[in-house]
């Protein structure tokens, strides 16, 4: 299906392109195909982004200030524009969205601008993409036309649906039991309303793969995409280093069978500190750039984990040639990081290599690890399989250990999912990707930990050596905690543990405020409060030369940024990375001229310093070149935006199905948050919210108190606030919105023992 979209991208590529050259570049051969074209070209010229220019080429008008960005709504009916440009959200008017739908990228243009606290506005102009091919909904008959009609669930989609096929409903009653996934065949346009038709039915009741298929559909996440019938290249191996002697280990924490393959790791003490070595599977030499394969990847984005089983992200062909097996030669791309015993690199080196992992080191090697004496000399029957590893795996968890200490490019905080045997590879820790914003909190029994603090490290030297040669990379920003939220989560944390040893002095970094919560009584709520706060995490582009990049370049080679690239098997963005550092290692020229004995080891510690010379040849230049661009970096960061509300959904669920089993019964729960409308309290083994509303708490008129966080009632003075204990009853639960409603035990309310209980309204008063 043509979009604008992908016309809007064709057009890109040249100065001007012909109507002819745009049909061919389209794939489009049939007529109606091209008369579809011609109706959106026209479109597109009326409103004024594309133009004619020399000979009746099309071009992409550059003289209107449009403006792009993807259509955010509320449950509520308040819609902005996100911009792709990283400026201020615009306010879209009802009148103004044009059929647009939440998730839809947009062309914007502005209509009034940005005047004090309000936003600017903007009417959309044009749909550039629909997020939504297929959708969930439930299905109603309409008896005025005697028809059945969908309606989302999505109630950020206000919108009605035909249906093109009929469906067959007994006695025309909507079943509440069912949903129905829905493909748009039409969307909505002038006074016509959006057509569909009934892929499949739904039952809410079908188990944990039942669960599974809801939220994959609701999440537009496709499940079976056609994989191309294309073999991996072969990699050459002349050239390559060889590591078959070094006793390299593989750390796996996740036990289902078709989880991906990660790293391999080396380390020995070296000159008062480590020497450290990094193996990580050679995935994007197999690829080609542009081929069907690398489209593949690129549109499935990232591996999914289904909670205790994954949706793969590599092909079959390509994760059985690439991935590290024991006692078996496998090509890597490696990297030797040196630090001293402050945990400073001192030095590292980028190679291709081959390797030979001789084990793999799970959870019960590590605690058994933890639990032997320093001084014993006898091993235990859990480590006697890995027996000849155990200085080796010492160093990897010393120099972990030295590693994390200093490394502050991540927040690092305690997960509390439920132990439930339906999410447990959600548990261990997911290298390099932070799906909030922030990270598992170190674990040195969870090897996937362990590969964690080195996968980040490495992706900070990654990040440094191609600033060093000015080469594309794609990074991780993570978005800037605003100081006035700091400032009153500290005030929170004060009431809540007046233990707790912080610096007022309006320098606190978000770091150095949860280090001050880990000896807190109080600590899950309080890491819980500064999830709250935490933005989130963005791809973005680095090229050199660019107005933006040059700016950011002194920044971005001193501040601990991450360019993911050791870890190919999970997502795109890291075959990316890898793909620019492989180009340098198999590709870039290694001295001045082809009789210079003189060499460059390109992969070195400031080995650019060196190099006098243009590295790549004018055709791997260009290559890269058209590689980096920043449609990738969109596209990759709404997959990201899909896998993570993915993760949420399937955590919520799982408790929500857990509360279920607990309706009417009277559970002990804790208060975890306060608004106006009523108090969430989580409950006590699930780590699941529910909402005491406040129009249950029929016992008095109670006024919300931002400050303290806490809701007070006007008569009696009782309060509800964080950290109180309470006795509530589990009403309903509402598995598609991940909603827990919650009743208030009365007269069962229980004070935990450092609540401190404001039973004054003077006293409220004076401190606000």
Do not use: M
């Given at each position: 299906m043509t979009t604008v979209s992908k016309i809007l991208e064709s057009l890109e590529k040249e100065d001007g392109l012909e109507v002819t050259k745009l049909e061919k570049s389209l794939k489009l051969t049939k007529k109606l195909d091209r008369d579809k074209l011609e109706i959106a070209i026209n479109a597109l010229k009326k409103l004024g982004i594309?133009?004619?220019?020399?000979?009746?080429?099309?071009?992409?008008?550059?003289?209107?200030?449009?403006?792009?960005?993807?259509?955010?709504?509320?449950?509520?009916?308040y819609c902005f524009v996100v911009r792709e440009d990283h400026g201020e959200d615009i306010y879209i008017r009802e009148a103004n969205l044009n059929n647009a739908w939440h998730g839809d990228s947009v062309i914007v243009l502005i209509t009034k601008q940005a005047?004090?606290?309000?936003?600017?506005?903007?009417s959309i102009q044009c749909v550039v993409k629909r997020y939504n091919e297929k959708l969930l909904a439930k299905i109603e008959f309409d008896k005025s036309n005697e028809q059945f009609k969908a309606y989302p669930l999505d109630d950020r989609i206000p919108v009605t649906i035909e249906l093109d096929n009929q469906i067959n409903i007994p006695d025309k009653q909507y079943n509440k039991d069912l949903i129905y996934e829905i493909n748009i065949s039409r969307y909505p346009i002038a006074q016509l309303n959006a057509t569909g038709s009934v892929i499949r039915e739904l039952p809410l009741n079908s188990g944990v793969d039942g669960d599974i298929e809801i939220l994959l559909s609701k999440n537009n996440i496709p499940k079976n995409i056609d994989i191309p019938k294309v073999s991996?290249?072969?990699?050459?191996?002349?050239?390559?280093?060889?590591?078959?002697?070094?006793?390299?280990?593989?750390?796996?924490?996740?036990?289902?069978?078709?989880?991906?393959?990660?790293?391999?790791?080396?380390?020995?003490?070296?000159?008062g500190g480590y020497r450290i070595w990094i193996h990580v599977p050679a995935v994007s030499e197999r690829i080609n750039i542009g081929g069907k394969?690398?489209?593949?990847?690129?549109?499935?984005?990232?591996?999914?984990?289904?909670?205790?089983?994954?949706?793969?992200?590599?092909?079959?062909?390509?994760?059985?040639?690439?991935?590290?097996?024991?006692?078996?030669?496998?090509?890597s791309i490696s990297l030797m990081i040196d630090i001293n015993s402050k945990g400073e690199v001192i030095d590292w080196n980028f190679s291709l290599g081959i390797i030979k992992p001789v084990n793999i080191v799970t959870p019960n090697h590590l605690k058994a690890i933890n639990k032997r004496k320093a001084t014993s000399k006898s091993i235990p029957i859990a480590l006697r399989p890995i027996k000849d590893c155990i200085e080796?795996?010492?160093?990897?968890?010393?120099?972990?250990?030295?590693?994390?200490?200093?490394?502050?490019s991540s927040i690092k905080l305690d997960q509390h999912i439920p132990d439930l045997e339906r999410l447990s590879e959600l548990h261990k820790a997911f290298p390099s990707r932070d799906f909030q914003g922030w990270s598992k909190s170190f674990d040195c029994e969870d090897p996937q930990s362990i590969i964690d603090v080195f996968v980040r490290l490495s992706n900070n030297i990654l990040a440094k050596h191609l600033i060093g040669y000015e080469l594309p990379f794609i990074y991780k920003e993570y978005e800037e905690i605003d100081s006035t939220s700091i400032n009153e989560l500290t005030k929170s944390a004060l009431a809540l543990d007046n233990t707790i040893k912080v610096n007022i002095d309006g320098s606190l970094t978000t770091n150095e405020l949860i280090t001050s919560f880990e000896n807190s009584s109080e600590k899950k709520l309080l890491h819980k409060l500064v999830k709250h706060i935490i933005p989130g995490i963005n791809l973005r582009l680095f090229k050199h030369n660019t107005l933006e990049t040059s700016e950011l370049k002194d920044e971005l080679s001193t501040s601990k940024i991450e360019s993911p690239w050791c870890c190919p098997t999970l997502n795109y963005w890291n075959i990316f990375n890898q793909n620019i550092i492989c180009s340098l290692l198999n590709d870039g020229k290694n001295k001045s001229s082809s009789r210079s004995k003189e060499t460059i080891l390109l992969g070195k510690k400031d080995s650019w310093n060196e190099v006098k010379w243009e590295i790549f040849s004018p055709k791997i230049k260009q290559i890269i070149e058209n590689y980096s661009n920043s449609k990738i970096i969109n596209d990759l960061n709404e997959i990201r935006q899909k896998s993570k509300s993915f993760r949420n959904n399937i955590i919520s669920i799982a408790q929500g199905r857990e509360a279920q089993k607990i309706i009417g019964q009277e559970v002990t729960a804790i208060i975890s948050g306060v608004q106006s409308y009523g108090?969430?309290?989580?409950?006590?083994?699930?780590?699941?919210?529910?909402?005491?509303?406040?129009?249950?708490?029929?016992?008095?008129?109670?006024?919300?108190?931002?400050?303290?966080?806490?809701?007070?009632?006007?008569?009696?003075?009782?309060?509800?606030?964080?950290?109180?204990?309470?006795?509530?009853?589990?009403?309903?639960?509402?598995?598609?919105?991940?909603?827990?409603?919650?009743?208030?035990?009365?007269?069962?309310?229980?004070?935990?023992?450092?609540?401190?209980?404001?039973?004054?309204?003077?006293?409220?008063?004076?401190?606000?």
């Open positions: 594309v133009k004619n220019i020399d000979n009746n080429k099309l071009s992409i008008n550059r003289e209107n200030e449009f403006i792009q960005g993807k259509v955010r709504c509320s449950s509520k009916g005047l004090k606290r309000r936003a600017p506005e903007g991996p290249k072969k990699i050459t191996l002349k050239g390559r280093e060889d590591f078959t002697s070094q006793k390299s280990l593989l750390f796996q924490s996740w036990q289902s069978s078709n989880s991906p393959s990660l790293p391999a790791l080396f380390a020995e003490p070296y000159e394969l690398d489209i593949y990847l690129k549109n499935k984005g990232e591996v999914i984990c289904l909670g205790n089983n994954w949706l793969e992200f590599l092909n079959d062909s390509l994760k059985i040639e690439s991935e590290f097996r024991i006692n078996e030669d496998c090509e080796i795996i010492y160093s990897l968890i010393n120099s972990s250990k030295i590693i994390n200490e200093i490394n502050i108090f969430f309290a989580e409950i006590d083994d699930l780590s699941a919210e529910g909402l005491v509303h406040v129009s249950t708490l029929g016992d008095d008129w109670y006024e919300y108190r931002s400050r303290q966080n806490l809701l007070i009632g006007r008569k009696y003075k009782k309060t509800y606030q964080l950290a109180q204990k309470v006795n509530v009853r589990v009403l309903k639960v509402d598995i598609l919105k991940n909603q827990i409603d919650l009743e208030l035990v009365k007269d069962d309310v229980i004070e935990s023992t450092n609540s401190n209980i404001i039973s004054n309204d003077s006293d409220i008063s004076s401190e606000d």
